[in-house]
């Protein structure tokens, strides 16, 4: 499309002989819609006009011919793409972001027991390494998994150190072990899905298991 004829001079379109809905009919038969997304003129004229100033129209209507914003079914192709692409990308971060909530609002999946006290006041957050000391046992008792050979050698054994809340172990030890201080031992009864899952650990726990663990938070850095 050409540029359009030039119908009114400003001091016509600010004239009462001009009314609000006659401008913003000219700019959407004329102007490209970027032109009109960035003035809020997308729309039924009737909704535009009510939330529009005849002074801001008439400034609009003399910038579509000072910039050129003339209508383009290239352009205006394009723009409705890119708009089409940021109303997708927008509602999957917010779909994202419900995902999220959900999650942080799930109930915890294990429960803990205090089994001695730590100091109350320093406690891991997601990303501290953390030195941990544990037992892990199946729900008959059966010790699977420990770094404590037995109390009388405790101190040349080696301590678990890792990331806290960062995946590198079980769901159920970020979640617990960030709740515990500095010194802290504690049982945790993790549930499956917290654990190891319908999958088990081969060899060593099966499907669907619920595990104990008896933990002591050693140090933080």
């Not at 913003?24 to 004329?30: C, E, G, M, N, V």
């Not at 006041?121 to 997601?126: A, G, L, V």
């Amino acid at each position: 499309m050409g540029e359009p004829e030039r119908i009114w001079t400003e001091e016509q379109a600010l004239s009462d002989d001009v009314g609000k809905k006659d401008l913003i009919k000219f700019l959407q038969d004329h102007a490209s819609k970027e032109f009109l997304a960035n003035h809020k003129m997308l729309g039924s004229a009737k909704n535009v006009a009510k939330t529009s100033k005849k002074e801001n129209l008439v400034e609009a209507y003399k910038q579509m011919f000072d910039t050129k914003a003339f209508k383009d079914a290239a352009q205006d192709k394009e723009f409705d793409e890119m708009t089409a692409k940021a109303k997708e990308l927008k509602m999957s971060e917010k779909a994202k972001g419900e995902e999220e909530e959900e999650e942080a609002a799930e109930a915890p999946k294990y429960t803990k027991q205090i089994l001695k006290k730590g100091d109350g006041k320093n406690f891991p957050s997601k990303g501290d390494l953390v030195s941990c000391w544990y037992k892990g046992m199946l729900e008959d008792g059966t010790v699977f998994d420990t770094n404590i050979s037995d109390g009388s050698r405790k101190k040349k054994a080696t301590a678990l150190k890792f990331k806290v809340g960062t995946g590198r172990v079980i769901r159920g030890w970020d979640e617990g072990l960030m709740t515990m201080s500095k010194g802290e031992k504690a049982k945790l009864v993790i549930e499956p899905d917290w654990a190891y899952g319908r999958k088990g650990l081969e060899k060593k726990i099966p499907p669907h298991a619920t595990l104990t663990f008896e933990v002591e938070l050693e140090n933080i850095e």
